[in-house]
């Protein structure tokens, strides 16, 4: 069964740091491009970043460019986004997806698989 979970999200202060992971079973995640995406109350669902399945190239949204690192731990199936500086306008619910096709250097634009989400609030 393709499952995604992520955890690491919480309550951090506007310049901190945190890092969620988002871990699948059911499948290999390193053959697959896999997206961060978030989504804050009232508004649309956002990607944020992406690694593609052909040679592993990531993306990153221009909001987040600079300050977040999306990784990949293929021993443990596990990609990670580490989040730093951050700011309050990053405040949303996370998720990260997967997709079985195959795209090259790029990212689909449409995910089949999704996870549960994490919580990320920044606020003072």
């Known amino acids: 069964q393709v499952q995604l979970v992520e955890s690491g999200g919480g309550l951090v202060q506007p310049g901190g740091s945190l890092r969620l992971s988002c871990v699948a079973s059911?499948?290999?995640?390193?053959?697959?491009?896999v997206g961060w995406f978030r989504q804050a109350p009232g508004k649309e669902r956002e990607g944020v970043s992406c690694?593609?399945?052909?040679?592993?190239?990531?993306y990153y949204a221009d909001s987040v460019k600079g300050r977040f690192t999306l990784s990949r731990d293929n021993a443990k199936n596990t990609v990670y986004l580490q989040m730093s500086s951050l700011k309050p306008e990053d405040t949303a619910v996370y998720y990260c997806?997967?997709?079985?096709?195959?795209?090259?250097?790029?990212?689909?634009?449409?995910?089949?698989?999704w996870g549960q989400g994490t919580q990320v609030t920044v606020s003072s």
């Open positions: 059911g499948f290999t995640l390193g053959y697959y491009a």
């Open positions: 690694i593609s399945s052909g040679d592993g190239t990531i």
């Open positions: 997806a997967t997709d079985f096709g195959l795209y090259g250097s790029n990212c689909p634009d449409e995910y089949d698989y």
